[in-house]
């Protein structure tokens, strides 16, 4: 019997989904350069915006806690695939960004597929998580959590078209935003 929420935290099987997507999205930009961690920070000022976007951020790794799942299923194993897949993502997308040229936009590794493989990785990461724990409100969050993606990637782009010019405009022809 699935339920869709459980307020009994899980410790051997969700909250290390959580402490591990946690501590990866918060010390792995440590280790990007000052001068390409300003390029990465800078984000839209909308500040009602990112407040529901880091609160929905919080929000999905609150409900990794409290799961209620059975190990042996093929949903966990597939979601635990997911999961992983967009951990390799997220941390191979912000290895190709640290290394990149401050002066020039990112278009190698995983930039080449997507212009935004981190907001997709968060997407597979909290997506797959979500069929790990089986919870429906917690893949209900991460489509949502994609689509405020989704928008914000969008006005990163116009501050990217002001910062590079035709070679960003270029970048934005060749390869798609989302997967």
């Given at each position: 019997m699935t339920y869709i929420l459980n307020f009994k935290p899980y410790f051997t099987g969700g909250i290390w989904l959580a402490v591990i997507f946690f501590v990866i999205s918060s010390v792995l930009p440590l280790f990007i350069p000052k001068y390409n961690l300003v390029k990465f920070i800078k984000v839209p000022d909308n500040k009602k915006f990112n407040l529901i976007y880091t609160t929905l951020f919080y929000l999905?790794?609150?409900?990794?806690?409290?799961?209620?799942?059975?190990?042996?299923?093929?949903?966990?194993?597939?979601g635990l695939?997911?999961?992983?897949?967009g951990i390799v993502l997220y941390t191979a997308s912000l290895f190709v960004f640290a290394i990149s040229e401050y002066d020039?936009?990112?278009?190698?590794?995983?930039?080449?597929?997507?212009?935004h493989p981190v907001y997709f990785?968060?997407?597979?990461?909290?997506?797959?998580?979500?069929?790990?724990?089986?919870?429906?409100?917690?893949?209900?969050?991460?489509?949502?959590?994609?689509?405020?993606?989704?928008?914000?990637?969008?006005?990163?782009e116009a501050q990217c078209i002001d910062l590079y010019g035709d070679t960003y405009v270029n970048y934005l022809k060749k390869v798609p935003p989302f997967p």
């Open positions: 999905q790794i609150i409900f990794l806690i409290f799961p209620s799942f059975s190990i042996h299923t093929y949903m966990f194993y597939g695939t997911l999961y992983f897949a020039k936009p990112v278009c190698n590794g995983p930039y080449k597929l997507s212009r990785s968060f997407f597979i990461i909290i997506f797959g998580a979500s069929l790990a724990v089986s919870n429906i409100i917690l893949s209900i969050l991460s489509v949502i959590f994609y689509f405020l993606g989704r928008r914000r990637a969008k006005r990163e």
